[in-house]
């Protein structure tokens, strides 16, 4: 496979601060999904992909060059930041014609390509309004026309689908298939796996300027499905119930709050728990107020792979 984007050793810091440490991956064409939470790095090693910033070790290249201060190599990349960036008192077409010219098209070209980038992301019908008047939805899909003017190669997409209604969700989804199905490469940053699922089977979870693992989605969800739960049910028979579960296969640990109303039930089937308890409920006659899982998300998977949740 002939891969566009490379990285060695890759690490970038902020005084004492770490954004990414010692990344090597190799990213061609199609889509690539990096997953992480909140603070993982996803974001600076999108700026250092874009050429926003210059790695402090290791190296990252596109194309085979450096993009960092690299006019020719910017120009196949469309960069989709995590924060806004648009003049909000420019009409939506003046936007994005700034950007087609920005990565040298002519002026007539941008004219042109403007409209056509438009369309695709359906703002063509207010391209004279000025962005302070669109929702933050349609500031997305004005961001993403930017990226897409002058037809790049590579599109750095962070977080994308981020406050877009439904129906547009299900559309860009589609505008990104379709852009991966012409030979573009396009990496995608989000801490929602539901997202990545609809796209691409190759993902990178990412977490503390690291990457944890990678793979297909098949692999990466058999990490959120195999990491231990912790479920708490709050039963005025909490210690009947502890009695009933504490030999039950599923069940990893079992322990009653100061209450004597909450029960902590740990375990690494929590399909497999969730049925036995159920079961226990119809039989016994039991009262259940709230069940619930606090560590059912995408940063517990990681709290878990890091050692920090035991």
Avoid at 28 to 37: E, N, Q, V
Avoid at 138 to 157: E, G, I, S, T, Y
Wanted: glycine share 8%; aromatic share 6%.
């Amino acid at each position: 496979m002939n891969y566009l984007l490379r990285t060695e050793n890759l690490s970038k810091w902020y005084g004492n601060i770490l954004g990414v440490s010692d990344l090597s991956l190799e990213i061609g064409s199609g889509i690539t999904g990096l997953l992480g939470p909140n603070g993982a790095g996803k974001s600076t090693f999108m700026k250092l992909a874009a050429g926003q910033l210059k790695p402090s070790l290791g190296s990252i290249t596109i194309a085979g060059a450096k993009p960092f201060a690299n006019h020719e190599i910017l120009r196949i990349i469309g960069f989709f930041p995590e924060h806004d960036a648009i003049y909000q008192n420019w009409p939506a077409r003046d936007f994005v014609r700034f950007n087609a010219g920005l990565h040298g098209l002519s002026v007539r070209q941008a004219e042109t390509e403007s409209m056509k980038a438009l369309a695709l992301v359906g703002l063509e019908d207010v391209a004279e309004r000025k962005a302070a008047t669109f929702s933050f939805g349609m500031k997305q899909r004005l961001r993403l026309a930017a990226c897409l003017v002058h037809d790049p190669d590579v599109f750095l997409l962070d977080e994308p689908l981020r406050g877009i209604d439904p129906l547009w969700r299900i559309r860009i989804s589609d505008l990104i298939r379709s852009l991966a199905a012409n030979g573009k490469t396009v990496l995608i940053s989000t801490h929602v796996l539901p997202e990545l699922e609809h796209l691409t089977e190759e993902i990178v979870l990412i977490h503390q300027g690291k990457v944890f693992a990678s793979g297909n989605v098949h692999y990466i969800r058999s990490l959120l499905d195999r990491h231990p739960h912790l479920i708490n049910v709050i039963s005025p028979d909490a210690r009947l119930l502890a009695a009933e579960l504490i030999c039950r296969d599923p069940v990893n640990g079992v322990e009653i709050e100061a209450d004597g109303k909450t029960l902590s039930l740990r375990t690494e089937n929590r399909d497999l728990l969730y049925r036995e308890l159920t079961r226990l409920v119809v039989e016994k006659k039991l009262a259940v107020e709230e069940l619930s899982s606090q560590d059912d998300n995408l940063q517990s998977v990681f709290d878990y792979l890091t050692g920090r949740r035991l």
